[in-house]
C-alpha cells in the first residue's frame, strides 16, 4: 500500500502562479486581465512557444507564412531557421497588436468571447490558443453556487420530487434573468 508521501510524488499538481501554467496563459489571453502585473515574461514566452508550435503543425497559411512543400527551389532558399524567425515575428507582432487593443471591463464576462470573434482574422494565431486556455473555469465558485442554489431547491420538504424537475427548477433559478429577458425580447417581437 503507497502512503501520502508516494502519492504526492505522482500526483501532477498545477500551480496557480506558474508562469507557463494555463491558469496565467489563461489570464494573459484575457483581454480583460492581460495587462496584470502578475503576468510576465515568461508567461508571453511560453504563449510565443505554443504558438509557434501550433504553427508548425498546422498546414494553415497565416499571411506569408505558408508552408513551402519538401524539395522545391523556396525551401532550399528559405531554410528552416528564416521561416522559424519569421513565425516567431509574426507571433511578436500579433501579441503586440493584442496588448494595444483596449482594455474589457472585468466585470462582463461575455464580451471576452465577442472580441476573439471580432479580432479572429486580424489575430489568427492567438485565437487558438485562446480558444484551448479561455475554457477553463479559473475558480470553484459557480459549481459551489450551483450546488448551493440546488441545496436550497432539493430540501427535507421536496424529497419526493422527480430528478427532472429538481433539475429543471435549479436550471430556472440560475438562469433567471437570461429567461426574463429572453421572455422580454420574445414579447417585443410580438
Known amino acids: 500500500m503507497r ?25 494573459a489571453l484575457d483581454p480583460r486581465y492581460k495587462r496584470r502585473q502578475c503576468i510576465s515574461a515568461a508567461t508571453w514566452k511560453a504563449i510565443k512557444d505554443e504558438a509557434a508550435e501550433i504553427m508548425s503543425g498546422e498546414q494553415m497559411e497565416f499571411g506569408d507564412l505558408r508552408p513551402v512543400s519538401q524539395g522545391s527551389l523556396a525551401s532550399l532558399l528559405d531554410g528552416p531557421k528564416h521561416v522559424q524567425g519569421r513565425v516567431m515575428c509574426a507571433i511578436d507582432s500579433e501579441i503586440a497588436q493584442f496588448l494595444k487593443t483596449a482594455d474589457l471591463p472585468p466585470d462582463d464576462a461575455r464580451k471576452v468571447l465577442q472580441f476573439w470573434s ?39 420538504s421536496r424529497a419526493s420530487l422527480e430528478p427532472g424537475l429538481v433539475s429543471a427548477l435549479v436550471f430556472v433559478h440560475d438562469n433567471d434573468e437570461d429567461l426574463i429577458r429572453y421572455r422580454a425580447m420574445m414579447a417585443a417581437k410580438q
Not at 502512503?3 to 494555463?22: Q, R, V
Open 3 to 27: 502512503n501520502k508521501s508516494e502519492n504526492l510524488k505522482t500526483f501532477p499538481f498545477i500551480s496557480i502562479t506558474d508562469p507557463s501554467g494555463p491558469y496565467m496563459k489563461c489570464m
Open 118 to 156: 471580432s479580432n479572429s482574422s486580424t489575430l489568427p494565431i492567438l485565437v487558438k490558443l485562446a480558444q484551448k486556455y479561455l475554457c477553463i473555469q479559473p475558480t470553484e465558485v459557480p459549481s459551489e453556487r450551483l450546488f448551493s442554489e440546488a441545496g436550497r431547491v432539493y430540501c427535507n
